[in-house]
């Protein structure tokens, strides 16, 4: 019984066993852990140390630094009020050539794509039916007048004898009913001999308009019909030619108070990019209601299209001058900034230095801007170079187009060294392109 030993004398019984082994270690690898976490912190502080410092931030503001920017001057000038829309480009007469008559189509007189004149021979049909059918007409015209002018003599003899009461007065109304009669018989075979002529008429088809022919639908020999839905040809008108194109709506009185006035407005077409002119027309006349789903009204434009740049069902860009702003202050639209304060440009003062100055924008036209209010004529802006720029930052002006100004202590073009210029912050990466190409030039 003595030999069984409690939970609890076991547990001492461990603890006096490890208690020596713990005195035997030494003292380095008790503490071994400690010794490397000082090592590392040592090498974090020597990286943060030796790593080179980033440049201090807005370093181009410090004393004495300058931004290099392209200036404009605000001048006097005009500037076109104008409305853009997407516009289609609409013959003013697309006719589609039909028969009028059946028959057998003989020849044709025209090339596709050919230029027609109205009155110009464009097919023949077969005219002989047509021709049969006018002499008969006509001697049906000659019988029934030879009858009409036998009827007339008797009606002449029939009126003197009853005048001496030799016949019935019956007998001559009878006769004289029998003239009418024979009138009308005759007026109908003239009728009949002109309607053979229109028929032959229409064997000789010709264009109804001027225009561009386009590819012919049926070949020679065919049958053709007055109930065929293609016809012969078509042919659309391209001088003058019109632009149906929208604007909003908002901007309808504008046009209708210069159309009312008897003012011509100028429109011009653009291609689908904007970038080449097709032509120079006028405005015709606007829709008379406006489209409720989109909100923009229809306006037609006519142009001459001497060159035929434009083209039926044509896409273009149209452009309406509505109106020019006279005298008003132009700026580049390059020189409008938009931030915090709102619509501003950056001006430069006498003493290089430059002004946040807010402005109120006019109508645009194409780069340049009408200035309202907050700008003079001859006021000089900033027109490139304003992303690095701030309240009282000191400028010099460069030329348009001209690279970068000279690098700290570069040669400048005289020969001498160009003075350091901190106003441009290095970019990302070049002192790591310089460390190499100095590697590179050391191996060399």
């Given amino acids: ?20 082994l713990d005195r035997q270690r030494p003292w380095w690898r008790r503490f071994g852990w400690i010794g490397v976490l000082l090592v590392l912190a040592a090498g974090v502080a020597w990286w943060i140390h030796t790593r080179p410092s980033p440049p201090p ?19 006097k000038g005009d500037i076109d009020i104008t409305l853009n829309g997407l516009g289609t ?35 023949e049909i077969d005219a002989r039916p047509y021709e049969l059918a006018l002499a008969q007409a006509q001697g ?34 009878t006769q004289e009913y029998l003239v009418h009669q024979l009138e009308g018989t005759v007026e109908t075979d003239k009728a009949q001999v002109d309607a053979a002529k229109l028929n032959i008429l229409y064997c000789h088809i010709t264009a109804p308009v001027s225009g561009r022919v386009g590819l012919r639908q049926v070949d020679t020999g065919n049958y053709v019909q007055v109930s065929d839905p293609n016809g012969i040809v078509v042919i659309t008108q391209l001088q003058p030619i019109t632009v149906v194109f929208t604007v909003p709506e908002d901007s309808l009185p504008k046009v209708m108070q ?29 829709d008379n209601q406006i489209d409720t789903t989109t909100g923009t009204i229809k306006l037609k434009a006519q142009f001459d299209n001497t060159d035929e740049k434009l083209f039926p069902n044509q896409f273009v860009n149209a452009q309406l001058l509505v109106d020019v702003l006279r005298d008003a202050t ?18 430069i003062k006498d003493d290089d230095t430059v002004a946040v100055q807010k402005v109120k924008l006019g109508p645009t036209d194409n780069d340049r801007v009408a200035i309202t209010s907050g700008l003079a004529v001859g006021d000089k802006m900033v027109v490139d170079g ?3 720029l701030r309240e009282g930052a000191k400028v010099s002006i460069r030329q348009p187009g001209a690279g970068a100004a000279p690098a700290a202590g570069a040669p400048a ?7 350091t210029d901190n106003s441009a912050a290095p970019s990302p990466g070049s002192e790591q392109k310089a460390g190499k190409r100095q590697r590179h030039e050391k191996s060399q």
Avoid at 58 to 66: D, E, F, I, L
Avoid at 143 to 155: F, M, S
Avoid at 265 to 270: D, G, M, S, W
């Fill in 258 to 286: 210069r159309l009312q006035s008897g003012a011509t407005l100028p429109v011009t077409a653009y291609d689908r990019s904007q970038q080449t002119k097709l032509a120079t027309g006028k405005l015709l006349t606007t």
């Fill in 413 to 419: 073009a005289n020969g001498k060294a160009a003075p």
């Fill in 386 to 388: 304003a992303d690095k």
């Fill in 1 to 20: 019984m003595n030999d069984l030993k409690t939970g609890k004398d076991i547990d001492e019984t461990r603890r006096g066993r490890r208690e020596p």
């Fill in 140 to 173: 049906n015209l000659v019988k029934d007048q030879a009858l009409l002018r036998d009827a007339q003599i008797d009606l002449a003899r029939y009126q003197k004898l009853v005048k001496q009461d030799s016949i019935a007065e019956q007998q001559r109304d």
């Fill in 57 to 75: 931030p807005r370093a181009r503001y410090a004393a004495g630094a300058t931004t290099a920017v392209v200036a404009a001057t605000a001048q």
């Fill in 330 to 347: 132009v700026v580049p639209t390059a020189a409008i900034q938009r931030g915090a304060p709102g619509t501003f440009v950056y001006v």
């Fill in 89 to 123: 480009v609409t013959p003013l007469a697309t006719v589609t050539v039909r028969t009028q008559i059946n028959g057998q189509l003989m020849h044709i007189d025209f090339r596709e794509g050919q230029e027609v004149k109205k009155g110009d021979p464009l097919a």
